[in-house]
């Protein structure tokens, strides 16, 4: 028998599926088994057994023993524990609320929270190449100082760069088209925003494409792609037959020539940094007599992104760049600035973007992180919370422990039993939560300006983001329910049956820590409230320098050609405006106050000592702008009708503001009129001077400026002296409509588009406001625990000093001081810290308001109110009750 | 609805035991302080003329044990069994009041059958 070799590959096979707890019997089994077999059936049979044998264990009662421990919960006991945990629920009613509520309100804001911070860290990973992705970045140096940290350039950078480095795999160019006016049939349609885009910008950036060719729809001239919903308003396609669109026509504003449609991409995802209606092809902007949109190095409005081959370093390539712009730029010799390029890693456009001139969609990077910290502090004081209240309430079960341990039960079943308790109350708080989550998803979707969904987010969650977030959930279910159930089940019975049951101090001290912490949060979150509303509201009543108010604005004809008449029938347009009632002035400009300039780069003072060139933006306007705006003039001349010329080239007048005049070296305004400025190739005269104005928000300062006086794609504003619109823009509209038929009216109020500027703010204002709210109830459910649990403590206490002849005003003020005293610790640390995060948020303007004490007073005011009359409500029942009561027992 | 469904599926695990569990469960019984797999299965075998499958016992074994109807400890190394140790199977108290009580409950139906007569 013994000499009978056993097979050993059934037992690897076993111990492969079968626990190790198992292993041992299980195998000796076999082997015992296996050795009768051989004894009673031979060798042969008795191998085959064996490995049938052995295969009969692979079964799931084997395979899963111990992989699901339902250890955790003790079977026996458990309904027990079911029946204890919903009593003492409807037991305290308002104590379970308060308890469920808190958490739930922390989940709530935590999943909301957490769907913003996924989406704005989704931006642009769409794109199969999303990697390898990045922008070309370009700042602009003259006599050594930044004048443009920008993301456009010239239209040769990105062919170059490919042409020079062989770890650029791709490029592709894109120039902004602004807003479309497009004519298709008699039909006309306005607003849609497009870029000129090559042909390669379908491959770099992964558009879905429904009908068309990816690699040439955008290759000639005259092409464009729309995306799916201005396909459905141009020819209005309800059946999704987007292929028969192929070939059809559009005419977009005066251009003769119709533009073939190529292709039909979905719409633009919003977690895409790069928004658009349409895309028209870049070779559109070639024309024959003029190439320069593909070969100058001046012209410079295009916006380059590059693919990198697998595996390189863009910091590498990016360390080429300087010798590159030596190559080409020679210092200023070419552009009339240095040239500096840097490249951006695509998953940083929508985040991390500081750039002028910028397409991108922009969200601030550290907004998005800050706010995920905070939905992590949410859910942390709110877990806290969880753990001070059922600690605080612990007495109420401190007998029910002492008969539990009694009878026989153990500490590890008592832990046990709090631990499912919590986490059964855990899971109320998270169903709950998600219902919250959902009644407020359309309002908090309305806030951050997103359409977001908690399954979306969830279905596109990659695995790892969800371990994470599934660890995080049941880590703090557990540390939650631990320290409560610790705490309780370490009561000795002989003691808490006794009814002498004091607490040990250390738990009041971390129940004291954790106030600590929340009030901190609190404070910290009310000053930063006040700050950011004292700014906002700086920005909203700070002088202007230009008067916004009542100035209605028209937009431009575009389809009314500019010809020998425009001038003239624009002016009569003005004309016969400011004949209406209500209308005082009106004048017509190119650019509108709170929109970002162009600039021109290569200024130079005529006759001027030195050789240098200066930057400055610049505007386009008529002579009646100043007046309507009420800029003021501080020296020289306003524009005149005269200044006015139909042929641009006999146009040679200029208007600067003070600014620019400092600029170019002049003390006093006065002393630079009737000098000449050389740009553009050609001397202007300056006639005036007038004062600086904030052209764009308070982030900015304010820049030197030009004014020329010309006519063009100019919008019409009209200064008002009426509220009453009713019967106003009706007339203005067919004032508007006699002079330039076949163009859309649209209008729009100066004021409003400007404070648009400032819609970032308003939402952040709106986002901290809920986060203190949110804040500081919590942080009042903690110290309402927190109180009555001190109350309800040292009753014996109260009732002796009542005894002993103390007032109810006098135990009201010992008690509180107890808590005033956290509070204030709470205060001194939060100053410091809203003052640091304040000061850095503050740092992004260019105009702001003076951080004084003043703040931080109505803060701390408001806090310890709030703490009096939280821990005095609580306390005020135990201070008035009849000492003889709480006495009688001892 | 959650309360009380749990409760139900725990009072159904707790009470019920299947006529094979009651037969491994009895085996342990009578083979005392040797009662492990390959015993049970011989055991059965000789008693009851039945051939059962060594998986089956095994798991049966387990299951009863997580009723705590039985119990189990590593016995020491011999030098049979390629030398490894037996998982030994004890019955414990409640493991016997759960036997005593089915045989009692057999007992008092089979008194309510009518006694048959042969012949």
């Known amino acids: ?890 | 609805m959650l309360y009380i469904s749990l409760t139900i599926y725990i009072q159904m695990s707790k009470e019920y035991l299947g006529e094979f569990e009651e037969l491994v469960l009895t085996m342990v019984g009578i083979l005392q302080n040797d009662a492990y797999g390959n015993a049970i299965v011989t055991e059965i075998k000789e008693r009851v003329g039945r051939t059962v499958n060594l998986s089956a016992v095994h798991v049966t074994l387990y299951r009863l044990e997580d009723k705590g109807y039985v119990k189990s400890h590593m016995g020491g190394a011999t030098n049979a069994r390629g030398g490894r140790r037996k998982r030994i199977f004890t019955v414990t108290n409640a493991g016997l009041a759960m036997l005593r009580a089915m045989k009692e409950a057999r007992m008092d139906l089979w008194k309510l059958i009518p006694q048959l007569k042969f012949g």
């Not at chain 1, 697998?310 to 080409?328: C, N, T």
């Not at chain 1, 279910?477 to 019975?493: K, R």
Request: aromatic share 12%; charged share 20%; net charge neutral.
């Open chain 1, 1 to 890: 028998m013994n000499n009978v070799k056993i097979p050993a590959w059934p037992f690897h096979l076993l111990a492969w599926f079968c626990p190790p707890a198992l292993y041992e019997g299980i195998e000796g089994d076999l082997i015992q088994q296996f050795e009768c077999d051989v004894e009673e059936a031979g060798e042969k049979i008795a191998r085959r057994r064996l490995f049938l044998n052995t295969l009969r264990f692979f079964r799931p009662e084997i395979i899963f023993r111990n992989k699901f421990s339902t250890q955790l919960i003790d079977t026996v006991m458990f309904t027990n524990y079911l029946i204890i945990a919903y009593r003492n629920v409807l037991k305290n009613k308002t104590f379970s609320a308060i308890n469920i509520i808190g958490l739930s309100i922390g989940l709530a804001s935590c999943l909301l929270i957490f769907q913003f911070v996924s989406f704005e860290l989704s931006y642009d990973k769409f794109n199969d190449k999303f990697e390898r992705t990045y922008r070309i970045t370009n700042d602009r140096f003259q006599n050594g100082k930044l004048i443009q940290h920008g993301t456009i350039m010239y239209p040769t950078i990105g062919g170059t760069m490919h042409k020079d480095y062989e770890e650029i795999e791709e490029h592709t160019r894109l120039m902004p088209g602004g807003e479309m006016n497009v004519k298709i049939n008699d039909k006309l349609f306005r607003g849609d925003v497009c870029h000129f885009v090559d042909e390669h910008f379908l491959s770099v950036f992964s558009f879905p494409l429904l009908a068309g060719q990816r690699a040439t729809a955008l290759k000639d001239r005259y092409s464009v792609v729309l995306t799916e919903k201005v396909a459905k308003k141009y020819f209005e396609v309800n059946d999704g037959d987007y292929a028969s669109l192929i070939g059809k026509t559009i005419y977009w504003g005066l251009d003769p020539q119709p533009y073939t449609v190529t292709g039909i991409c979905g719409d633009v995802p919003a977690n895409s940094h790069i928004q658009f209606n349409v895309l028209v092809s870049y070779a559109t902007l070639i024309r024959p007599d003029n190439t320069g949109a593909d070969d100058s190095w001046q012209w410079s409005d295009m916006r380059h992104y590059l693919v990198l081959k697998p595996g390189v370093d863009y910091k590498k390539l990016e360390s080429k760049f300087p010798a590159f712009s030596e190559r080409y730029f020679k210092g200023d010799k070419v552009s009339g600035s240095v040239e500096k390029f840097y490249l951006q890693p695509l998953r940083e456009a929508h985040l991390y973007s500081d750039y002028e001139y910028d397409i991108a969609k922009k969200a601030s990077g550290k907004a998005v992180w800050a706010m995920l910290v905070v939905a992590i502090f949410i859910l942390f004081i709110a877990w806290v919370n969880y753990i001070n209240l059922t600690t605080s309430r612990a007495l109420e079960r401190a007998k029910e422990v002492g008969l539990r341990k009694v009878m026989g039960a153990l500490k590890s079943q008592l832990i046990k039993q709090f631990i499912f308790e919590s986490m059964l109350l855990s899971v109320i708080a998270f169903l709950i939560a998600l219902l919250l989550a959902q009644l407020l998803q359309t309002s908090f979707n309305q806030l951050v300006g997103t359409e977001l969904s908690l399954w979306k987010v969830i279905g596109e969650a990659d695995a790892f983001t969800i371990a994470v977030l599934c660890t995080v959930l049941i880590a703090g279910i557990l540390l939650s329910g631990f320290y409560p159930a610790f705490v309780l089940s370490s009561y000795q019975p002989v003691t808490v049956l006794k009814g002498r049951f004091i607490r040990s101090s250390s738990g009041n001290l971390m129940r004291k820590a954790l106030v600590v912490f929340q009030f901190t949060a609190s404070v910290a979150l009310i000053t930063s409230t006040l700050i950011v509303s004292k700014q906002i509201k700086f920005m909203n009543e700070t002088d202007l320098g230009i008067d916004l108010g009542q100035i209605l604005v028209v937009r431009n004809p575009e389809r009314t050609p500019y010809d020998s008449t425009f001038i003239s029938r624009v002016e009569s347009f003005k004309d016969r405006l400011t004949q209406l009632d209500g209308v005082t002035s009106a004048a017509t400009s190119g650019p509108l106050p709170g929109r970002r300039l162009g600039r021109t780069f290569d200024i130079r003072l005529k006759d001027g000592a030195g050789t240098e060139h200066y930057t400055m933006s610049q505007f386009q306007c008529d002579y009646d702008f100043f007046d309507t705006y009420k800029i003021p003039l501080l020296a020289g001349r306003k524009f005149l009708a005269s200044d006015h010329n139909v042929n641009w080239d006999k146009i040679n007048t200029v208007v600067v503001n003070r600014n620019a005049t400092a600029l170019l070296g002049f003390e006093r305004p006065q002393d630079i009129v009737g000098r000449q400025m050389t740009f553009w190739g050609r001397d202007w005269n300056v006639v005036g001077v007038v004062g600086d104005f904030h052209q764009e928000s308070l982030r900015s300062p304010m820049e030197p400026l030009f004014f020329i006086p010309a006519y063009g794609r100019n919008a019409t504003s009209i200064r008002l002296s009426t509220n009453d619109y009713q019967q106003l823009i009706p007339a203005i509209e067919s004032a508007f409509k006699e002079f330039f038929p076949d163009n859309i009216f649209e209008y729009f109020f100066i004021e409003d588009r400007y404070k648009q500027q400032y819609s970032d703010e308003d939402r952040f204002a709106k986002v901290v406001n809920i986060f203190t709210v949110l804040a500081i109830i919590v942080s009042c459910l903690g110290l309402i625990g927190l109180s009555s649990y001190a109350a309800v403590q040292r009753t014996k206490e109260i009732g002796i000093r009542k005894v002993l002849g103390a007032s109810v005003a006098n135990i009201l003020s010992m008690l509180s001081l107890d808590f005033v005293k956290l509070v204030a610790v709470a205060i001194v640390l939060s100053i410091p810290i809203a003052y640091y995060f304040m000061q850095n948020w503050l740092a992004t303007y260019a105009y702001k308001i003076a951080l004084s004490w003043t703040v931080f007073i109505l803060p701390i005011v408001l806090i310890l109110s709030i703490t009096i009359v939280t821990v005095s409500s609580q306390i005020i029942k135990v201070a008035l009750s009849n000492p003889s009561r709480s006495l009688r027992h001892e």
